[in-house]
T-cell receptor, first 114, second 115 residues
C-alpha cells in the first residue's frame, strides 16, 4: 500500500529564514511519481513539481528546491529566504506510474511571519 | 497552467435543499475527481471517473452523487443538503497518459455552507 507522511503539522518562521518541509513516502512500486502542491488561504491547490522515481537529481526553481532521496524514501521541499506570500498548506503526494492510485500526505501548514 | 473551472465558488444554502456543484475542464483529460476538504485539513477523495459514463466512489463515503455524460463536465449533486456537508469541494482532473506522470490539476474549489 502507498503512504505519504508529513510529520510536521505546522511550522512558523520569520520572513527571510530558510525552511524545509519533510515528506516521507512508502510504496512497493519501482516506478512512481512524487509531487508537491501549495494551497494558499484562497483554497486552490497549485501544482508545484513532479518527480519521476528514476530521476534523483535535485531541482531548483527560484527560491524553491527539492531534494529527492530514494535511499531514505524522502522528497523534501526547501524554501530559501521565505516570504509572507509563502504562507500556505503544502501537500506532498505519491502516484503509481501505471496504476490509478494517487495518495496525498496530510499537509504541513507554513506560516511566515513578517 | 490548468484549465478547470468550478461554479459556484461560494454558496450558502438551507438544510434540505438540492445543490449541484459544476466542474468543467478544457484539457481533454480522461480522469476527473471530487475531493472534500475542511480548511487546511486532509484531502478526502469522494468520487472519481475514468471517462464518459464511468463513475466510482472514493475513499470517503459521501451522500453526494456524480455523473459524467461529457468528457469535460463532472457535476456533483447533493439531493438534500445538511450542515454536515459544509466543506470545501475541490474538482480535479488528470491525463491518464504516461507523459503527464498522472499529475492532478485542481479547480479553485467550491465553498459550501449549509445552514
Amino acid at each position: 500500500a502507498q503512504k505519504v507522511t508529513q510529520a510536521q503539522t505546522e511550522i512558523s518562521v520569520v520572513e527571510k529564514e530558510d525552511v524545509t518541509l519533510d515528506c516521507v513516502y512508502e510504496t512497493r512500486d519501482t516506478t512512481y511519481y512524487l509531487f508537491w502542491y501549495k494551497q494558499p488561504p484562497s483554497g486552490e491547490l497549485v501544482f508545484l513539481i513532479r518527480r519521476n522515481s528514476f530521476d534523483e537529481q535535485n531541482e531548483i526553481s527560484g527560491r524553491y528546491s527539492w531534494n529527492f532521496q530514494k535511499s531514505t524514501s524522502s522528497f523534501n521541499f526547501t524554501i530559501t529566504a521565505s516570504q509572507v506570500v509563502d504562507s500556505a498548506v503544502y501537500f506532498c503526494a505519491l502516484s503509481e506510474a501505471y496504476g490509478q492510485n494517487f495518495v496525498f500526505g496530510p499537509g504541513t501548514r507554513l506560516s511566515v511571519l513578517p | 497552467e490548468a484549465d478547470i473551472y468550478q461554479t459556484p465558488r461560494y454558496l450558502v444554502i438551507g438544510t434540505g435543499k438540492k445543490i449541484t456543484l459544476e466542474c468543467s475542464q478544457t484539457m481533454g483529460h480522461d480522469k476527473m475527481y471530487w475531493y472534500q476538504q475542511d480548511p487546511g485539513m486532509e484531502l478526502h477523495l469522494i468520487h472519481y471517473s475514468y471517462g464518459v459514463n464511468s463513475t466510482e466512489k472514493g475513499d470517503l463515503s459521501s451522500e453526494s452523487t456524480v455523473s459524467r455524460i461529457r468528457t469535460e463536465h463532472f457535476p456533483l449533486t447533493l439531493e438534500s443538503a445538511r450542515p454536515s456537508h459544509t466543506s470545501q469541494y475541490l474538482c480535479a482532473s488528470s491525463d491518464l497518459g504516461s507523459t503527464s506522470g498522472n499529475t492532478i490539476y485542481f479547480g479553485e474549489g467550491s465553498w459550501l455552507t449549509v445552514v
